[in-house]
């Protein structure tokens, strides 16, 4: 298993930015990688996830068109760019690796590598 590192969260205003960092411990250009977030007292949601070599990107209803998944293979660095932020994305986001992606990029149990989080605030 690799680990996986996020940084990049903070209290930004409705409206602001912000791209969080994951940086992975060894290499992961053959993993799938996705981005999850939970929300205060509410389940662990997918955001968003990049196929191996940044083949394919999927995203939440909620956060397509404002977020967008990016990775730097040299780097073992996964991004989530993140812009137009509403109170609503306010949660904790994870990292996470997927050593034999089956396309089931929804599932957190797909994934075998999880980072410890890093906290975005947005305020009104």
């Known amino acids: 298993q690799v680990q996986l590192v996020e940084s990049g969260g903070g209290l930004v205003q409705a409206g602001g930015s912000l791209r969080l960092s994951c940086a992975a411990s060894?290499?992961?250009?053959?993993?799938?990688m996705g981005w999850f977030r939970q929300p205060p007292g509410k389940e662990r949601d997918f955001v968003a996830a990049?196929?191996?070599?940044?083949?394919?990107?999927y995203y939440a209803d909620s956060v397509r068109g404002r977020f967008a998944i990016s990775r730097d293979d040299a780097r073992n660095t996964v991004y989530l760019q993140m812009n137009s932020l509403k109170p609503e994305d306010t949660a904790v986001y994870f990292c996470?690796?997927?050593?034999?992606?089956?396309?089931?990029?929804?599932?957190?149990?797909?994934?075998?590598?999880w980072g410890q989080g890093t906290q975005v605030t947005v305020s009104s």
């Open positions: 996470a690796a997927d050593r034999n992606y089956r396309g089931r990029y929804l599932w957190r149990s797909e994934y075998d590598s």
């Open positions: 060894g290499r992961t250009s053959s993993y799938a």
């Open positions: 990049m196929t191996w070599s940044g083949g394919s990107a």
